[in-house]
């Protein structure tokens, strides 16, 4: 009994063994090409469990999701003979595993195929364009050429082309600094300009400012000679009248005017007579002539 609970375990063993080496899963981002002895045999693109022959067949795994491929960055020369170094990426996807499997094998060897294909229609449909089109207004547009191009060689492949962008288009580093140096002169040409033309238009304002200031200053100056003149007008009337009314009173106030003008507290010298009649007030308060002390 105990070598027939043997034999059976053994025969479960190799059964299971066996239905290992026989189930295979395809996951659901996947899809698998089942090869009897190197030969094609089954395209499978649904995931689930499927079979296989051990020993005689082998699965080979493909991805169903988009996939990237970064290529190395080129020198392009458009079509106004300036220079571009372009870095450039393909997003794309394998549609046709049988096809893919027989012209490049595994996805390790996309880059030596697809590579140069991208590299050639790059090449060619930017070539046709101006530095201009490629940098700012037609990139869009020429990147659709580019992945239809591409896409179109690329099904003999089994490979769907879903995208070809730029992600940078610079001029060469020689180039681009002489650019860079003609676009600082240039800014510097124009900040130049707009200094000069700031420089005018204050020369003009400062000017009208003055030229005002001397028009205000001048009507000033008129209307205060005026009032000037029509209050020495006023003044010199109204001594008249009171010269006319009492000019004894007039000629103290004048003499008294006189005094205070001419004795300061600066050590004021005055050489005149005692009976001057400078100093006619100062001995008789009614001024009468003759009244100075000798």
Do not use: C
Not at 169 to 191: C, G
Not at 248 to 268: E, L
């Amino acid at each position: 009994m105990r070598t027939f609970f043997v034999a059976v375990l053994v025969l479960l063993g190799a059964a299971a063994a066996a239905a290992y080496a026989s189930l295979f899963i395809v996951h659901q981002n996947q899809q698998a090409i089942v090869l009897r002895f190197g030969d094609p045999r089954k395209i499978i693109r649904e995931p689930g469990l499927n079979w296989k022959i051990p020993g005689m067949e082998t699965v080979e795994y493909f991805d169903k999701r988009i996939l990237d491929l970064d290529t190395a960055p080129q020198e392009v020369t458009v079509s106004d003979q300036k220079r571009l170094v372009v870095d450039a990426f393909t997003r794309y996807r394998i549609t046709e595993p049988l096809k893919f499997y027989q012209t490049v094998r595994g996805i390790q060897n996309v880059r030596s195929t697809l590579g140069p294909i991208v590299d050639s229609s790059l090449r060619r449909v930017l070539g046709s364009a101006s530095f201009q089109d490629v940098v700012r207004d037609k990139r869009e547009d020429l990147m659709n050429r580019i992945a239809r191009s591409v896409n179109e060689e690329g099904k003999e492949f089994g490979i769907e082309v879903v995208d070809v962008r730029i992600k940078r288009a610079d001029l060469p580093r020689p180039n681009s600094q002489s650019v860079f140096a003609r676009m600082k002169a240039e800014r510097e040409r124009e900040a130049a300009e707009f200094r000069a033309e700031g420089a005018a238009a204050a020369n003009r304002i400062r000017a009208t400012a003055d030229r005002e200031v001397t028009v205000l200053l001048a009507e000033a100056n008129r209307k205060s000679e005026q009032l000037r003149g029509e209050g020495d007008a006023e003044r010199n009337r109204i001594f008249a009248e009171a010269f006319g009314r009492d000019p004894d009173f007039f000629a103290f106030y004048r003499s008294m005017q006189a005094y205070d003008s001419s004795m300061q507290a600066k050590g004021t010298r005055m050489l005149l007579s005692p009976d001057s009649e400078f100093f006619r007030y100062f001995n008789n308060p009614l001024g009468a002539p003759g009244t100075a002390k000798k």
